[in-house]
T-cell receptor, first 114, second 110 residues
């Protein structure tokens, strides 16, 4: 089985632009979560989707949004980019709604905002 | 809210044993997980403790004490490839989303 695939791997944008990141979960996984990782901050939860519905949202401004498609693929969008949005954005999938389920992470998209 | 505390950095030598502690504050609690992340890599699941006690998986063990809001990851027979960051994470009954600590960077020296 292929793992979680995130595209693109690297991205450079300038302030004020917007960006869309893509995540393809493991085949059969219906839950997708997004995390932002910056040095020293660990992984900060952005949002979680299950069967095209957003189940949870972290404490990020409205510039951060996401969606999930019927094939479980997910996208996240950041509008009006700020320098502080430079980070590694990680996507993780899991089979369903189980609270004890482990997350399978992709390698992330490294976003640099200049 | 919820918060997790873990040391920022730990150094140990090859062949030794190291323990990485994690204390948490959360309202409601399903369990404590541990993830490993090598530089430039994806976090990978190591272990999960839903109940108090010790869970063992090869060289790695993880422990949970709900009454103390405390857990640890124990790595035995350290190898150079164990040099990585280790994150504890909790999922609470209210939020459901997995919340991670800020990570412990383990450096294994020869």
């Amino acid at each position: 089985k292929a793992g979680v695939t995130q595209t693109p791997r690297y991205l450079i944008k300038t302030r004020g632009q917007q960006v869309t990141l893509s995540c393809s979960p493991i085949s059969g996984h219906r839950s997708v979560s997004w995390y932002q990782q910056t040095p020293g901050q660990g992984l900060q939860f952005l949002f979680e989707y299950f069967s095209e519905t957003q189940r949870n949202k972290g404490n990020f401004p409205g510039r951060f949004s996401g969606r999930q498609f019927s094939n479980s693929r997910s996208e996240m969008n950041v509008s009006t980019l700020e320098l502080g949005d430079s980070a590694l954005y990680l996507c993780a999938s899991s089979p369903g709604e189980g609270l004890r389920e482990k997350l399978f992470f992709g390698s992330g998209t490294q976003l640099s905002v200049l | 809210g919820q918060s997790l505390e873990q040391p920022s950095e730990v150094t140990a030598v090859e062949g030794a044993i190291v323990q990485i502690n994690c204390t948490y504050q959360t309202s409601g609690f399903y369990g404590l997980s541990w993830y490993q992340q090598h530089d430039g890599g994806a976090p990978t699941f190591l272990s999960y403790n839903g109940l108090d006690g010790l869970e063992e998986t090869g060289r790695f063990s993880s422990f949970l004490s709900r009454s103390d809001s405390y857990g640890y990851l124990l790595l035995q027979e350290l190898q150079m490839k164990d040099s990585a960051s280790y994150f504890c994470a909790v999922r609470n009954t209210g939020r459901r989303a997995l919340t991670f600590g800020s990570g412990t960077r383990l450096q294994v020296q020869p």
